[in-house]
């Protein structure tokens, strides 16, 4: 699962997923735009390099990818990550328009407009990858996010399944990971801040009976990314201990 001499845009990578996801990217030899609507703070090294950006805005991720071709060439490969359910309610009763456009501007629109992008750079570069990214809230329902949260990031199947068909004979394979519950720093505080009887029924539910490691998330992207996945294409890999079972 190598990259060197590659460009890897990241989205959403000034995020806990996206950092870990960025790093893991720049070990195996990448070059990654980080592409955030977040402050990005320095890289360790020349291999990294920041791209504010709002996802939700078709022209900004135009201007996105070609500052990124122009500065870095490619992308051959692509990784959205920015989403979430970014401080919007989880209750229905709670839930106001302008969430549910935020919830699906940013995770599904968002998503849409770098895939679309970046397929001709790609195709240009000879191919590539891209990973989208769903959730396990897509699978079954969250007890954390919701309604909008759950619609979105089904949906990002969809637009992977769809895409996968239309960009496979430009040689593009497209793929979703699905994560379960990876205890971000974000999110690590607020799982510690728990009732002990709480965070053991979320520990109940995982099979493998333990919280991930980010690593855990990052091999499984870096390896639908890589020629080691090449000829997967339009899945959506469940990243999750097996809290999530399909038949
Ligand atoms: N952490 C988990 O347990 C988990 C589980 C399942 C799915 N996910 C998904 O993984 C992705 C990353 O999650 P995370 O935990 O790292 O969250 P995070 O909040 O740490 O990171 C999300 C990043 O997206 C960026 N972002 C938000 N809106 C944006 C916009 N309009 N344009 C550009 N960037 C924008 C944020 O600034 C942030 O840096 C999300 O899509 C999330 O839904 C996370």
Not at 132 to 139: E, K, L, M
Not at 195 to 211: N, Q, S, T
Request: with cysteine; hydrophobic share 50%.
């Amino acid at each position: 699962m190598r990259f060197d001499g590659r460009t890897v845009v990241v989205t959403g990578g000034a995020g806990g997923l996206g950092r870990a996801v960025a790093a893991g990217f720049v070990e195996a030899g990448a070059t990654v735009a980080v592409a955030d609507i977040a402050g990005i703070q320095a890289g360790p090294g020349p291999h990294l390099r920041g791209y504010p950006v709002d996802v939700a805005s078709p022209a900004a991720v135009a201007e996105l990818m070609r500052a990124v071709h122009a500065d870095l060439g490619g992308p051959h490969v692509l990784v959205t990550l920015a989403g979430g359910s970014l401080g919007t309610p989880r209750d229905l009763a709670d839930i106001a328009p302008g969430d549910l456009d935020l919830v699906l501007d940013v995770n599904l629109k968002g998503t849409f407009y770098c895939c679309q992008a970046a397929a001709p750079l790609m195709a240009a570069a000879g191919g590539g990858a891209m990973v989208t990214c769903s959730s396990i809230g897509a699978r079954q329902p969250s007890p954390v996010t919701g309604v909008p949260y759950a619609a979105a990031k089904a949906a990002v199947g969809g637009l992977t399944r769809r895409l996968a068909r239309e960009l496979g004979p430009l040689g593009i394979r497209v793929n979703a990971v699905a994560p379960g519950l990876f205890l971000t720093p974000r999110l690590a505080e607020r799982f510690a801040a728990m009732p002990d009887a709480e965070r053991r029924e979320v520990l109940d539910a995982i099979p493998l009976g333990r919280m991930p490691e980010l690593r855990e998330v990052v091999d499984p992207v870096l390896f639908l990314a890589s020629e080691a996945a090449s000829f997967i294409t339009g899945i959506t890999l469940d990243v999750n201990g097996g809290r999530y079972l399909p038949a």
